[in-house]
């Protein structure tokens, strides 16, 4: 999928909840593992350039194993 490929090569989705808005539109909050900043940061260039609308990063924190964990929000606007 689209949202996997946009993964650095160090990352990985934890979790994902999609919901389905009003507009028929699709809000998925999703939280992804990382080993750096730079990876979020990739992230969230790669997101932008796959058009996904309203990224938000909502959480960011640390693991027991040291990898960062960020809950990030975003809107997919192609009509279902």
């Not at 650095?8 to 919901?19: K, R």
């Not at 990739?42 to 924190?61: C, D, G």
Request: avoid cysteine.
């Amino acid at each position: 999928s689209d949202l996997e490929n946009s993964l650095p090569d160090s990352s990985y989705i934890v979790s994902m909840a999609p919901t389905l808005a009003k507009d028929s539109k699709l809000q998925l909050s999703f939280k992804v593992a990382y080993s750096s900043v730079d990876d979020l940061l990739e992230l969230y260039n790669n997101l932008k350039a796959l058009k996904f609308k309203q990224i938000r990063i909502i959480s960011e924190a640390e693991n027991e194993k040291g990898l960062l964990i960020s809950e990030i929000s975003l809107n997919y606007e192609k009509d279902i």
